[in-house]
């Protein structure tokens, strides 16, 4: 870590120095314990800020597009695949990016630790041991108990695009993606489902957090707020949350890249993930797509050829 | 004077056949106020709730009226709909996050009744904080952990009893419902300390709103809040934030008119029809977010409205902390002009 | 005990006029429904109203009409969105809200013993056409001395109240300039952007207060104009426009510093609004 760390300074600090960009965008140390926060060095005064570690969990594609100039960001996998969406849809110029690549062998899930001892006091990383001394008692974790769900199935962990890379890359061995967690959502009867749904969408309080934090949310005007026509209501019940999540979850199908930024960015805990893994799971099945594995190539449902077996869509 | 945690349980499950009671419970991700129909049902041992209790009195969602068409013809109605209600269980900050809603809600010129008849009609049970969370900072704003102000009826807890301060009229009307004995030394002992203690996060605000009046057009804005997602989490959490839309929601004839949380961090939310903007970047949203809760309302009402409450720091998906926002003010460097 | 704030009275819409000639701007004519309505509605010039089109929302508009108008009130509205396609659309005989009035207005107080400068551009010119119907009414004309009006727009067509414009050229209460942006056919007065048109005519300083509304651009050219003729800032006011959904200083969306437009606005001296924050 501390290699990739010493690295990370001095390709910030060359790049700026060198005006090849005018922002890194990275981590810093947040003020809580095992918190990141997004971090823009605009001088090579203050790249000494900059980190890297299990708790750098934001997806940083989100701020690419909206930050003006030149720019370079760290990326590690998730990211790198968000990024490959925004350049397939012409979000980004790739010449205003410099992407510095880190491999990620995931991040960790606060919920999780805090559920169980209580607001965080203090924490230390080592070794792979989390140690943390919370309000309601001490423990030590290994980091695979408390990996982030997303990251537990996550097979890029490697970035898929990258102008550099810092440190090893991580060996990925599963073959094809795996989705025992939607089957198993699947596997429950209609009732079971509705009812989990129930539960999840009744939390949500429509802060847009998981919007917002999504890189690929960017739309100028979200359907959620225009007002002619209104698509849904300011209502915050069951039905217009899940109509929103319903309607966030089409628009990404094909495109989400399962970086987990949405679920990990909602204060009510609302378990985003589940519709956009069935969402991810139906486009692999049925288009053999997967979001954001390279530069080129298009969302699956941003394409079409003459050949597409539903003639219906295309007029010869 | 103090009253067994038991008694106190027997005179709450009465109240609840006169009251709506809210009070503090486990929702499986956290506390939630809640209406509760026994005291058995509340949650004891709790830091604070994940959202503010503002919500009784200004409801994230609420109806202000309704109407029905019929040709050109309109009928409305208004939707007020009041109840008596108790709020168990209120922390200092979110009771002092009330006193400051009153004052918006009730300004030079006009009073909202939806709010104040409510308020009116509620009676709020503070209960000290005997533990403090990390991202606790309410000394910071001369509000004690164990202090009284803005509750009704106040409450500490003394593990097997409590200890019952009367505050207001109404707290006192509740108290004669309760059998009241005497503090024992050992106990107002124990009371004293509780009472004297501080949050060990801590900001200065001294001089924090004279600064502001000077640092509208200060670099500062230009960094700080590059990280924001602008989504409503800090607004929404925040015991004072009290912005809203008003919006229509229609069916065939008949309409009702509604308002919801809204926030300054929502690019949309200055948006003109003609398309202007005044506040059409994040920089200005957050410099009204600071200016709004340090400047432009400690000048019209003479406090900060911000209670320490830590809520907006704890949810914030990017960790803008606001301890450090105000640090960082109080630091920046003046331009002049 | 106070009425509820939020609820607005049933008026009538009795008018439904087409005000521009690219149709963009209508006039609305609303009646009051009975008289205690029309006594709870006491207004001045520069006050405005949240107007409910019922099914789709309300907006805020400026009172165009002036207290000395009784029974109704008149609104001119540009078509933008949601509130005001619904009100274009609106036949003549359809109950709307309205709620109000809210706000300060223009202060005709201090105009007193003075000359007043009214100056408009487009069809901010409402709540101008207020204040000056309120001044020549028979029994404020004598409290005021000099009152001249210099109104422009791109076009002839786009003016707003043109027989009521045509009545003012011919009282001698009233010095009315109108001017256009471009020459136009059969147009005989004057030509060019309102601060210039100011400039010629250099309307004196002296014991005068200048009322200036239009497009930013506009008050952005007409302040120095004004400045330059020595207007004073305590002597110029201005209406300002924000979003707004209360209108009254509540739901914390107007605000400009510690201002809220919607209670303490919209109208202002320009030595108010130096002490606030550029931001509107
Ligand atoms: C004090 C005052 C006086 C005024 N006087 C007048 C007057 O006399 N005459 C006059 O014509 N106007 C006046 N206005 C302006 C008038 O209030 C606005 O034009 C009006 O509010 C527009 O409302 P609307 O519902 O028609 O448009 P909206 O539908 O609210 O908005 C119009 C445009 O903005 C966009 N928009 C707005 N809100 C949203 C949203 N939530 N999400 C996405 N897009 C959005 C829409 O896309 C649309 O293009 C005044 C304003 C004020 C504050
Ligand atoms: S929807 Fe969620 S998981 Fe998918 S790309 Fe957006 S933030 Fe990442
Ligand atoms: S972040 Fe969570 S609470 Fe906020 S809108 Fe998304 S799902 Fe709802
Ligand atoms: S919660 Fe955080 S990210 Fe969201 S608007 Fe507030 S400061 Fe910005
Ligand atoms: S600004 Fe944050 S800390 Fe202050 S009262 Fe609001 S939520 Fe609490
Ligand atoms: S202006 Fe912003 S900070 Fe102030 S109350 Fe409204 S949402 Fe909160
Ligand atoms: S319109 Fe609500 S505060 Fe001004």
Redesign the interface.
């Given at each position: 870590m501390n290699n990739i760390i010493n690295d990370m300074r001095d390709k910030a600090r060359q790049l700026l120095a060198e005006g090849k960009v005018d922002v890194v965008i990275g981590y810093e140390k947040g003020s809580l314990p095992l918190k990141a926060t997004p971090f823009f060095a605009h001088s090579p005064a203050e790249v000494d800020s900059l980190i890297w570690d299990e708790t750098c969990e934001n997806n940083l594609a989100t701020y690419v597009a909206k930050t003006p100039g030149k720019k370079a960001i760290v990326a590690k996998g998730c990211d790198s695949r968000a990024l490959a969406v925004l350049l397939q849809e012409n979000q980004l110029v790739r010449d205003d990016l410099y992407i510095i690549g880190v491999s990620c062998a995931g991040v960790i899930d606060q919920r999780k630790i805090v559920a169980e001892v209580g607001e965080i006091l203090e924490a230390g990383i080592n070794d792979g041991k989390i140690s943390v001394k919370g309000m309601a008692g001490d423990k030590e974790y290994l980091f695979a108990e408390v990996k982030d769900a997303t990251c537990q199935t996550c097979r890029y962990p490697n970035p898929v695009l990258e102008d550099v890379h810092l440190g090893e890359t991580i060996a990925v061995s599963q073959e094809a993606p795996a989705f025992a967690d939607v089957i198993a959502l699947e596997e429950k009867s209609a009732g079971e489902r509705q009812d989990y749904f129930k539960e999840q969408m009744s939390k949500c309080i429509r802060c847009y957090a998981c919007r917002n934090a999504c890189p690929l949310c960017y739309c100028q005007e979200c359907f959620v707020d225009c007002n002619s026509p209104r698509w849904l209501t300011g209502g915050v019940n069951r039905a217009e949350n899940l109509f929103f999540q319903a309607g966030r979850v089409l628009h990404l199908a094909g495109r989400c890249v399962d970086c987990g930024a949405c679920t990990r960015a909602c204060p009510q805990g609302v378990d985003i993930r589940a519709l956009n893994r069935k969402m991810t799971k139906d486009v692999y099945t049925m288009y053999n797509h997967e979001a954001g594995i390279s530069e080129d190539g298009k969302p699956a449902l941003n394409e079409y050829t003459t050949s597409d077996p539903e003639q219906f869509l295309v007029k010869e | 004077m103090k009253i067994s945690k038991e008694k106190f349980g027997q005179a709450f499950d009465a109240l609840v056949a006169d009251y709506k009671v809210i009070a503090p419970v486990s929702d499986g991700s956290g506390i939630a106020f809640t209406e509760v129909k026994s005291f058995s049902d509340v949650k004891q041992d709790y830091l604070n709730s994940k959202l503010p209790p503002k919500a009784f009195f200004f409801p994230q969602h609420e109806k202000l009226m309704s109407y029905k068409k019929e040709g050109k013809d309109v009928t409305v109605k208004s939707e007020l709909k009041v109840e008596n209600t108790i709020l168990f269980g209120i922390r200092p900050c979110d009771a002092k996050g009330m006193l400051l809603l009153d004052k918006v809600f009730k300004n030079d010129q006009y009073t909202d009744p939806y709010y104040y008849e409510r308020r009116e009609k509620a009676v709020i049970i503070g209960l000290g904080c005997t533990k403090i969370a990390p991202t606790c900072f309410c000394s910071s704003f001369e509000i004690s952990p164990a202090g009284s102000e803005g509750s009704d009826l106040f409450l500490i807890d003394l593990g097997d009893s409590y200890e019952v301060e009367v505050v207001t009229e109404k707290g006192k009307a509740l108290a004669d419902r309760l059998a009241l004995a005497e503090l024992t030394a050992d106990e107002q002992a124990l009371v004293d300390k509780i009472k004297s203690a501080e949050t060990p996060s801590k900001i200065d605000v001294s001089n924090t709103t004279s600064k502001l009046d000077k640092m509208f057009n200060s670099p500062y804005w230009d960094t700080l809040q590059e990280k924001c997602l602008g989504c409503n989490v800090c607004s929404f959490s925040c015991p004072t934030c009290h912005c809203f839309d008003i919006s229509e929601e229609v069916c065939k004839n008949e309409g009702t008119r509604v308002r919801t949380w809204d926030a300054c961090m929502a690019p949309l939310f200055t948006l003109h029809g003609s398309g202007h903007n005044p506040r059409d970047n994040k920089k200005a949203r957050w410099r009204q977010r600071l200016m709004h809760k340090f400047n432009y309302f400690v000048h019209n009402n003479g406090s900060m409205s911000c209670v320490g409450c830590g809520r907006c720091i704890k949810s914030c998906p990017v960790n803008m902390d606001i301890r450090q926002v105000v640090d960082g003010a109080n630091k920046a460097e003046l331009v002049v002009e | 005990m106070?009425q509820?704030?939020?609820?607005?009275i049933?008026m009538k819409l009795v008018k439904n006029l087409v005000e521009t000639e690219d149709r963009l701007i209508n006039t609305f004519t609303l009646e009051f429904m009975n008289k205690q309505d029309e006594e709870n509605f006491k207004y001045m010039p520069g006050q405005f109203a949240e107007l409910?089109a019922?099914?789709?929302?309300?907006?805020p508009f400026g009172i165009a009409t002036s207290p000395t108008e009784p029974g109704i009130l008149k609104f001119s509205v540009a078509k933008?969105?949601?509130v005001?396609?619904a009100l274009h659309l609106m036949?003549e005989?359809?109950?709307v809200?309205v709620r109000g009035p809210m706000g300060n207005y223009y202060p005709i107080e201090q105009f007193k013993g003075k000359n007043v400068v009214i100056i408009g551009g487009g069809f901010a010119f409402t709540t101008l056409r207020s204040l000056a119907k309120y001044m020549l009414d028979d029994k404020h004309r004598g409290d005021y001395g000099d009152i001249t009006v210099i109104y422009g727009a791109r076009n002839p067509g786009l003016l707003l109240y043109k027989e009521e414009l045509a009545e003012w050229e011919n009282n001698p209460n009233i010095n009315l300039v109108t001017t256009i942006d471009r020459p136009a056919e059969g147009w005989t007065k004057h030509v060019g952007f309102i601060p210039s048109i100011t400039e010629q005519i250099a309307p004196s300083s002296v014991d005068t207060y200048a009322v200036v509304c239009g497009p930013?651009a506009m008050i952005k050219f007409t302040l120095p104009v004004l400045e330059k003729l020595n207007f004073p800032p305590e002597r110029i006011y201005t209406s300002l426009?924000?979003?707004m959904?209360?209108g009254?200083?509540?739901?914390?969306?107007?605000?400009?510093?510690?201002e809220y437009v919607c209670?303490d606005g919209p109208v202002f001296s320009m030595a108010q609004l130096k002490e606030l924050?550029n931001?509107?």
């Amino acid at each position: 870590m501390n290699n990739i760390i010493n690295d990370m300074r001095d390709k910030a600090r060359q790049l700026l120095a060198e005006g090849k960009v005018d922002v890194v965008i990275g981590y810093e140390k947040g003020s809580l314990p095992l918190k990141a926060t997004p971090f823009f060095a605009h001088s090579p005064a203050e790249v000494d800020s900059l980190i890297w570690d299990e708790t750098c969990e934001n997806n940083l594609a989100t701020y690419v597009a909206k930050t003006p100039g030149k720019k370079a960001i760290v990326a590690k996998g998730c990211d790198s695949r968000a990024l490959a969406v925004l350049l397939q849809e012409n979000q980004l110029v790739r010449d205003d990016l410099y992407i510095i690549g880190v491999s990620c062998a995931g991040v960790i899930d606060q919920r999780k630790i805090v559920a169980e001892v209580g607001e965080i006091l203090e924490a230390g990383i080592n070794d792979g041991k989390i140690s943390v001394k919370g309000m309601a008692g001490d423990k030590e974790y290994l980091f695979a108990e408390v990996k982030d769900a997303t990251c537990q199935t996550c097979r890029y962990p490697n970035p898929v695009l990258e102008d550099v890379h810092l440190g090893e890359t991580i060996a990925v061995s599963q073959e094809a993606p795996a989705f025992a967690d939607v089957i198993a959502l699947e596997e429950k009867s209609a009732g079971e489902r509705q009812d989990y749904f129930k539960e999840q969408m009744s939390k949500c309080i429509r802060c847009y957090a998981c919007r917002n934090a999504c890189p690929l949310c960017y739309c100028q005007e979200c359907f959620v707020d225009c007002n002619s026509p209104r698509w849904l209501t300011g209502g915050v019940n069951r039905a217009e949350n899940l109509f929103f999540q319903a309607g966030r979850v089409l628009h990404l199908a094909g495109r989400c890249v399962d970086c987990g930024a949405c679920t990990r960015a909602c204060p009510q805990g609302v378990d985003i993930r589940a519709l956009n893994r069935k969402m991810t799971k139906d486009v692999y099945t049925m288009y053999n797509h997967e979001a954001g594995i390279s530069e080129d190539g298009k969302p699956a449902l941003n394409e079409y050829t003459t050949s597409d077996p539903e003639q219906f869509l295309v007029k010869e | 004077m103090k009253i067994s945690k038991e008694k106190f349980g027997q005179a709450f499950d009465a109240l609840v056949a006169d009251y709506k009671v809210i009070a503090p419970v486990s929702d499986g991700s956290g506390i939630a106020f809640t209406e509760v129909k026994s005291f058995s049902d509340v949650k004891q041992d709790y830091l604070n709730s994940k959202l503010p209790p503002k919500a009784f009195f200004f409801p994230q969602h609420e109806k202000l009226m309704s109407y029905k068409k019929e040709g050109k013809d309109v009928t409305v109605k208004s939707e007020l709909k009041v109840e008596n209600t108790i709020l168990f269980g209120i922390r200092p900050c979110d009771a002092k996050g009330m006193l400051l809603l009153d004052k918006v809600f009730k300004n030079d010129q006009y009073t909202d009744p939806y709010y104040y008849e409510r308020r009116e009609k509620a009676v709020i049970i503070g209960l000290g904080c005997t533990k403090i969370a990390p991202t606790c900072f309410c000394s910071s704003f001369e509000i004690s952990p164990a202090g009284s102000e803005g509750s009704d009826l106040f409450l500490i807890d003394l593990g097997d009893s409590y200890e019952v301060e009367v505050v207001t009229e109404k707290g006192k009307a509740l108290a004669d419902r309760l059998a009241l004995a005497e503090l024992t030394a050992d106990e107002q002992a124990l009371v004293d300390k509780i009472k004297s203690a501080e949050t060990p996060s801590k900001i200065d605000v001294s001089n924090t709103t004279s600064k502001l009046d000077k640092m509208f057009n200060s670099p500062y804005w230009d960094t700080l809040q590059e990280k924001c997602l602008g989504c409503n989490v800090c607004s929404f959490s925040c015991p004072t934030c009290h912005c809203f839309d008003i919006s229509e929601e229609v069916c065939k004839n008949e309409g009702t008119r509604v308002r919801t949380w809204d926030a300054c961090m929502a690019p949309l939310f200055t948006l003109h029809g003609s398309g202007h903007n005044p506040r059409d970047n994040k920089k200005a949203r957050w410099r009204q977010r600071l200016m709004h809760k340090f400047n432009y309302f400690v000048h019209n009402n003479g406090s900060m409205s911000c209670v320490g409450c830590g809520r907006c720091i704890k949810s914030c998906p990017v960790n803008m902390d606001i301890r450090q926002v105000v640090d960082g003010a109080n630091k920046a460097e003046l331009v002049v002009e | 005990m106070q009425q509820n704030p939020y609820l607005p009275i049933t008026m009538k819409l009795v008018k439904n006029l087409v005000e521009t000639e690219d149709r963009l701007i209508n006039t609305f004519t609303l009646e009051f429904m009975n008289k205690q309505d029309e006594e709870n509605f006491k207004y001045m010039p520069g006050q405005f109203a949240e107007l409910s089109a019922y099914g789709h929302g309300e907006a805020p508009f400026g009172i165009a009409t002036s207290p000395t108008e009784p029974g109704i009130l008149k609104f001119s509205v540009a078509k933008v969105g949601c509130v005001s396609n619904a009100l274009h659309l609106m036949e003549e005989g359809t109950m709307v809200g309205v709620r109000g009035p809210m706000g300060n207005y223009y202060p005709i107080e201090q105009f007193k013993g003075k000359n007043v400068v009214i100056i408009g551009g487009g069809f901010a010119f409402t709540t101008l056409r207020s204040l000056a119907k309120y001044m020549l009414d028979d029994k404020h004309r004598g409290d005021y001395g000099d009152i001249t009006v210099i109104y422009g727009a791109r076009n002839p067509g786009l003016l707003l109240y043109k027989e009521e414009l045509a009545e003012w050229e011919n009282n001698p209460n009233i010095n009315l300039v109108t001017t256009i942006d471009r020459p136009a056919e059969g147009w005989t007065k004057h030509v060019g952007f309102i601060p210039s048109i100011t400039e010629q005519i250099a309307p004196s300083s002296v014991d005068t207060y200048a009322v200036v509304c239009g497009p930013p651009a506009m008050i952005k050219f007409t302040l120095p104009v004004l400045e330059k003729l020595n207007f004073p800032p305590e002597r110029i006011y201005t209406s300002l426009e924000m979003r707004m959904k209360c209108g009254l200083g509540i739901c914390g969306r107007c605000n400009i510093g510690t201002e809220y437009v919607c209670k303490d606005g919209p109208v202002f001296s320009m030595a108010q609004l130096k002490e606030l924050p550029n931001e509107y």
